[in-house]
């Protein structure tokens, strides 16, 4: 796999102003020096390193909702393959650790699908999830996707309000054709 290089971004204080001074910013730290809070993040793309962490991020959650299934036991096998079929795994770094991650892989007729979405429970509600969509919406345009679709389910309530934040809309609901656990299908027009 290749890696294309690091993107970095500043996650800035609680309201997303990466200098605390916007108006009405009601964060006590403004004009301080950066705390913790505004540590830099580096995003890399198929860099295998990351793969076992990206495996490890996705079980995690799975587990924690669900039970894994088949598709997940082969692609814990064999997570390479999402990059060998020209698709791309996002990873999000902050101080050397693997906080976040997300896949793309181009289906047909111009159609990708975001895939293996995970941020590290203690790095939730920081903006980093965005970031890694907004960075797979890139990718998938970039791969010269028309749609962009992802799987979920009902009960993933905060995740299903991020994706219709960014735009994505409930196309279908029910169950999938492979796993027991997405009953919901979200695309968003590239």
């Not at 793309?45 to 669900?66: G, K, M, Q, R, S």
Request: proline share 7%.
């Amino acid at each position: 796999m290749r890696e294309t290089g690091p993107v970095t971004a500043n996650r800035g204080g609680p309201t997303g102003d990466p200098d605390g001074d916007l108006p009405g910013n009601k964060n006590p730290t403004a004009g301080k020096p950066s705390t913790p809070f505004s540590a830099m993040l580096t995003f890399h793309v198929n860099e295998p390193a990351h793969l076992d962490a990206f495996i490890a991020l996705n079980e995690a959650w799975i587990t924690e909702y669900f039970e894994l299934e088949e598709g997940d036991r082969r692609l814990a096998a064999d997570p390479g393959a999402i990059a060998r079929s020209g698709g791309v795994v996002i990873s999000a770094i902050e101080d050397g650790e693997v906080v976040g991650v997300g896949a793309v892989v181009p289906l047909e007729d111009g159609v990708c699908d975001f895939i293996r979405f995970a941020v590290d429970p203690s790095r939730r509600s920081q903006g980093i999830g965005r970031q890694i969509i907004n960075l797979a919406i890139e990718h998938a345009r970039a791969m010269g996707g028309k749609q962009l679709t992802l799987y979920t389910n009902t009960k993933l309530e905060a995740a299903q309000s991020l994706y219709k934040s960014l735009g994505f809309v409930v196309t279908h609901r029910g169950p999938h054709h492979e796993y027991r656990r997405p009953d919901l299908v979200m695309s968003l027009d590239l």
